[in-house]
């Protein structure tokens, strides 16, 4: 996981080009005025999610798992909680390959609040549950920016 501001979201550069890609695209504008629903970033590569959620308490939200896709999540307006797992994952589901994502358990997290201004990117593989509520918080407008992963370019033809 990846905790930082947004002002710092350059710094980030060269990690993966996917990311780069979505790096490029939150720089360029306000992402403030991203319209609702799914836009394609990169010919599909990244994906963004504007939504308006209700955040839900910790022990109501799973923890999900994406194994083939990096997350990005940052507040447009309002605030959340997130949790990150440190420990063992139990799959409580099957994994949807086609979806990318298992659902499950953790034992021992960290959390963190997000807000406007701020981002917090999941690695691939790594446990994590978002959205849940903050103490005074209500409703909030957020981005999911889903990241394919590079091709892996060591894929065996070694020289």
Do not use: W
Not at 3 to 17: E, M, S, V
Not at 100 to 122: H, K, P, Q
């Amino acid at each position: 996981m990846i905790y930082d501001t947004l002002n710092n979201l350059p710094n980030y550069l060269g990690l993966t080009d996917g990311l780069d890609a979505v790096i490029e695209y939150v720089m360029a504008r306000d992402i403030n005025t991203l319209p609702a629903g799914k836009t394609k970033i990169d010919g599909g590569k990244a994906v963004v999610t504007v939504s308006t959620v209700t955040p839900q308490a910790g022990d109501k939200v799973p923890f999900v798992r994406h194994d083939s896709h990096l997350t990005l999540e940052t507040d447009l307006e309002g605030s959340e909680l997130f949790e990150v797992s440190l420990g063992e994952f139990s799959p409580t589901k099957p994994a949807d390959e086609a979806a990318d994502i298992t659902v499950g358990n953790a034992g021992t997290s960290i959390a963190g609040m997000l807000c406007e201004g701020r981002f917090v990117l999941y690695l691939a593989g790594e446990p994590y549950k978002s959205g849940l509520k903050a103490q005074g918080c209500g409703k909030l407008k957020k981005a999911v920016f889903s990241i394919e992963l590079d091709p892996d370019e060591d894929d065996g033809s070694d020289e």
